[in-house]
């Protein structure tokens, strides 16, 4: 190999190398007010609408879970593809936080044209939206590409279902390198997180042969979703929040509820009731700060699960549609 080549060749591995480099600072030059512009979108936003935070939440961590956090749910399907947000799990994801990321994309194409991901405006919106509503401010490194590949196929086995049990749940996350406790610190992103009446209605309903609900179950809440969801004939588009106590604010609520019977959802009551994560349910319960610290450092982890740099991505023109037809 001559100089000339050699030198070449340095030069594209120092740019493929720079490419993979995630860094909080990455829009500096190329797109000054990306921070301003995600912020002022989230800031309208969450004023009109104040369920997209918990929304918002929701659709990053779906995203991430499914071929990592590439904004691979945001693709809509077309006759030639079935895409992961039509897959049956992700059918309640919430029309606000989609539209979110779709306007602080039309700003920022506006402001600089083919420059930011949809994958960094969902991740940076996730977190500025989180500490809009009273939660921690943690680092987002920047520089993630949008997939290239959205199937609904692959999205089985990757998220949790009420079906599966505590553990499966658990092997979701140690699967992709995440503890027990950063698990137990992730599941608190329910302080701000709303249900559905089929993902708990048979906790209320018909429930054992004594008095029809779990017993885990605070005798007071349960009556109050049972009048929630009499008419939701086991599903329909009624919801009730995570947090009964503190909904619209991220806190520590969510584990102070779980040893008073406050728990919504079945996963919710077995982090209590395992000895695995109980510890640090009480930990948490008592040390808000404990919580922001841990649930910080677990969601700067999770934000880069599989991000995707350099070639193995693209910046789409778009968040709901490839750059190019893709089946």
């Given at each position: 190999m001559d100089f000339h080549h050699l030198i070449l060749l340095l030069l594209f591995v120092s740019i493929s190398v720079s490419e993979a480099k995630l860094s909080p600072n990455y829009y500096q030059k190329s797109c000054p007010d990306f921070e301003r512009i995600v912020r002022e979108t989230i800031?309208?936003?969450?004023?009109?609408?104040?369920?997209?935070?918990?929304g918002t939440l929701r659709l990053f961590v779906h995203d991430c879970l499914v071929e990592g956090c590439d904004a691979s749910v945001l693709?809509?399907?077309?006759?030639?593809?079935?895409?992961?947000?039509?897959?049956?799990?992700?059918?309640?994801?919430?029309?606000?936080?989609?539209?979110?990321?779709?306007?602080?994309?039309?700003?920022?194409?506006?402001?600089?044209?083919?420059?930011?991901s949809c994958a960094d405006i969902l991740a940076q919106a996730t977190r500025d939206l989180i500490s809009m509503v009273g939660g921690p401010f943690y680092t987002v490194k920047l520089g993630r590409k949008d997939g290239l590949v959205s199937k609904a196929s692959r999205v089985e086995g990757n998220l949790p279902r009420i079906s599966m049990s505590f553990d499966e749940n658990i092997k979701i996350f140690e699967s992709r390198g995440f503890t027990v406790q950063e698990f137990a610190a992730l599941l608190g992103g329910h302080t701000i997180g709303f249900s559905h009446c089929?993902?708990?209605?048979?906790?209320?309903?018909?429930y054992g042969k004594t008095s029809g609900y779990d017993p885990a179950l605070n005798p007071k809440f349960v009556a109050g979703l049972r009048q929630l969801c009499a008419n939701s004939t086991r599903g329909g588009s009624m919801a009730a929040f995570n947090d009964v106590m503190t909904p619209g604010k991220f806190d520590n609520m969510y584990y102070q509820n779980l040893p008073r019977g406050l728990g919504l959802l079945a996963i919710d009551h077995a982090l209590y009731a395992s000895p695995r994560t109980r510890?640090?349910?009480?930990?948490?319960?008592?040390?808000?700060?404990?919580?922001?610290?841990?649930?910080?450092?677990?969601?700067e982890k999770f934000s880069v699960l599989g991000a995707k740099t350099g070639r193995n991505g693209e910046i789409r023109s778009r968040c709901d549609a490839f750059n190019s037809l893709r089946t």
């Open positions: 800031t309208d936003k969450q004023m009109s609408t104040p369920t997209t935070a918990a693709v809509s399907s077309n006759s030639f593809n079935q895409a992961e947000r039509d897959h049956d799990i992700n059918l309640s994801l919430p029309g606000d936080a989609f539209e979110v990321v779709t306007r602080a994309k039309t700003a920022l194409e506006l402001s600089c044209p083919k420059t930011v089929k993902e708990f209605s048979d906790r209320i309903f018909n510890p640090f349910v009480e930990m948490f319960a008592k040390d808000q700060a404990a919580f922001f610290q841990a649930f910080s450092r677990a969601m």
